[in-house]
């Protein structure tokens, strides 16, 4: 069992930043792929960011790449997602998502499915 928190989201202006923040306690954090999705209101989820477990791949939708960076810190058991340029269209609930893959470091998904654990989720306003 793994459980995911994560913390970072609130209102913001157009253009402007934010930092998620999704603490991991259970297991070997690194033993994971962590990703972040987001669902708008009546819209369904969708894919944001992946990145292996080494941290060392990474892999973004189109519609944040350039925009949006994943980062892990294995010694803190906690994944990143730092937001710039925001838009509002990026307004959403964010969630982190946690994969098990011990047997890859390099292993990264993009498919909702692929995963084992999600957090709760966090609300991101982004105002015009």
């Known amino acids: 069992q793994v459980v995911l928190v994560e913390s970072g989201g609130g209102l913001v202006q157009a253009g402007g930043s934010l930092r998620l923040s999704c603490a991991a306690s259970?297991?070997?954090?690194?033993?994971?792929?962590m990703g972040w999705f987001r669902q708008a209101p009546g819209k369904a989820r969708e894919f944001v960011a992946a990145?292996?477990?080494?941290?060392?791949?990474?892999y973004y939708a189109v519609s944040v790449k350039g925009r949006f960076t994943i980062s892990r810190d294995n010694a803190k058991n906690t994944v990143y997602l730092q937001m710039i340029g925001l838009k509002p269209e990026d307004t959403a609930v964010y969630y982190c998502?946690?994969?098990?893959?011990?047997?890859?470091?390099?292993?990264?998904?993009?498919?909702?499915?692929?995963?084992?654990?999600w957090g709760q989720g966090t609300q991101v306003t982004v105002s015009s």
């Open positions: 998502a946690a994969e098990l893959v011990p047997s890859s470091i390099s292993y990264y998904s993009a498919a909702e499915r692929s995963y084992d654990y």
């Open positions: 990145i292996s477990r080494s941290g060392g791949i990474t």
């Open positions: 259970g297991r070997t954090f690194s033993n994971y792929a």
